[in-house]
Structure formats: C-alpha cells, structure tokens
C-alpha cells in the first residue's frame, strides 16, 4: 500500500467520523425536541384568566364640537394563573382604552413579571388620553350613548409573554385581552363617589384572551 493510499484511507477514516458525531448530536437534539413537545402536550397549557374589577373616571369629556376626547381612567385588574405546573412570563404589556375599535389613550406600560402556578396578579394603572381627535361618526355615537347614560369602554392589552416548565421556558407568544366595560354615566347612583367628579364603579367583569 503506497503513502498515497494511506492518506485516502485517513481522509475517509475522519469523513465518517465526522458523519457519526453528526449523526449523534442530531438524533440528540431530535429526542430532547421530541421529549419537550411531548411534555407540552401532557401539559397542555391554559390561558391566564383575566378579570376588569373596577374602573375610576376622573374625567371623560368629549369637546363641544364632538372631535376630541379628553380620558382619564384608573383601572384594576387582575390575572389568574389557572395551570398547576405552568409559570407564565409576562415580559411587555401594554394596556389601553378603545371606544368603537379607536383607541382613545395612550398604551400603559405594565411591570413585568412572573406569574407562578395559581397565582393571581393584580394591575392598577392609570390611562390617560388628552384631547385626543376622535373620526366624526365616533363622535356622533359617543354623544348618543352619553345621552342615553351607558356607554361601552374597551379596555385592551396587548402583550407578550412565556411559558415555564420545569426549566424549559418557551418562545414569545402574542396576548390579546379585551375587556368590554359598560360605564353608566347616567349619575352618581351607579358608582361611588371618591372625589369631587370622580366616580369609581365596581365592575367584576371577565375579559376574553387570545394567546
């Protein structure tokens, strides 16, 4: 056998080697892939449930010319953790209110944080919205729905968040939460007073999530 052959036989010798640990270390990372899908499945996690408890107004004021609205709300509201072995991540959540699919403040930055298995978080930002210009029609119904004493606020998050099994922790997933709160403007029988035109109304309504 001449040197020649000998070099061909090395080069095929560390070709197939290098095709084994391949080999190997893909089979591995399809088991640990598979083991984590299969564990998702047992799992099966449930979406945070996601309650509007109550709503502060201190002003909701639409201008004389019905084109722009002046908001300021305090909201609480609450998140339940509903899986016994699931933590979930709430990395960027945002929160507004919307009349008629407009949105009418600004988003709210909520802390982030970890909610643990059956655990409840609870949120009481402010939102705010200062002469905001609202279409001509959105207008038009606001002033009949104040007329009529109950109008339909929306409050909605948007956010991301993560899942947490043992050690595993998953990619982002979007949250959508909408909130439909019926405010009764017709007079201060409907809430409680806690400041000169500031009515706070216990509402304990639940939110519909997509995740």
């Avoid at 290098?18 to 299969?38: D, E």
């Avoid at 699931?86 to 930055?109: M, N």
Wanted: charged residues 15%.
């Amino acid at each position: 056998m001449t040197a020649k052959d000998c070099g061909h036989d090395d080069e095929d010798h560390h070709k197939k080697l290098h095709r084994r640990l391949f080999a190997a270390a893909l089979g591995l990372v399809i088991v640990v892939l598979f083991l984590i899908l299969l564990i998702w499945l047992i799992l099966r996690p449930t979406k945070p449930h996601f309650v509007l408890q109550d709503a502060t107004v201190y002003a909701f004021n639409l201008s004389s010319a019905a084109t722009t609205l002046t908001t300021t709300l305090q909201i609480t509201l609450s998140s339940r953790n509903p899986n016994d072995r699931i933590g979930i991540y709430y990395d960027k959540i945002d929160v507004y209110a919307a009349y008629h699919g407009q949105q009418i403040t600004l988003p709210t930055l909520l802390p982030a944080n970890y909610q643990g298995h059956k655990d409840v978080t609870v949120w009481s930002p402010f939102l705010y919205g200062n002469a905001v210009p609202v279409a001509p029609y959105t207008g038009v119904s606001l002033t009949q729905d104040q007329i009529a004493g109950t109008v339909l606020v929306n409050i909605k998050i948007d956010g991301r968040v993560r899942w947490k099994v043992g050690t595993f922790i998953s990619g982002k997933y979007h949250l959508n939460v909408n909130c439909p709160a019926y405010i009764n403007f017709g007079g201060r029988n409907n809430g409680v007073a806690v400041g000169p035109a500031v009515i706070k109304y216990q509402l304990i309504l639940d939110c519909h999530v997509d995740v």
